[in-house]
């Protein structure tokens, strides 16, 4: 069975660089650490970690090639503690999110142990362009 890419289809065209996009997101699907998104408004969404144990200063939000990626990473305090249970993960992480054109990365907040990360999609005028025919 042929695997049916967005280049093959006839009507889709400059399409390529969206389809790599999709395939590097769907590659860093891990679980952790756990979020929602949430529509705010027609045009304004928030993403929520939950980043309990992290602080402001273990986390680094970036826009790199169209791709919001928010990594988490705790610095080792130094002390010799000895742990009889270890429940609560202290691992770095990263999570992707593909970002469509127009959408504006706004303000990051920590609250509660919980990463709000706002978006905004600024919307594109409709531009309607006639192209003259010339004669041959």
Known sequence: MTKMTLGSYPH??????????LERTAKSSEGYPP????????????ITLAVAGFSENDLSITVEDRQL?????????GSERIFLH???????????????????????VMENGLLHVDLTISRPET???TISIRKG
Do not use: C, P, W
């Open 86 to 108: 270890r429940g609560i993960a202290s691992r770095q992480f990263q999570r992707s999110f593909v970002l469509a054109d127009g959408v504006e990365v706004g303000e990051a």
């Open 12 to 21: 889709m065209l400059g399409f390529e660089q969206l389809e790599r996009l």
């Open 127 to 129: 531009v309607v362009q």
């Open 35 to 46: 979020f929602n998104i949430e529509q705010r408004s027609d045009d304004a969404y928030r």
């Open 69 to 77: 990626v928010i990594r988490g990473r705790q610095r080792d305090d």
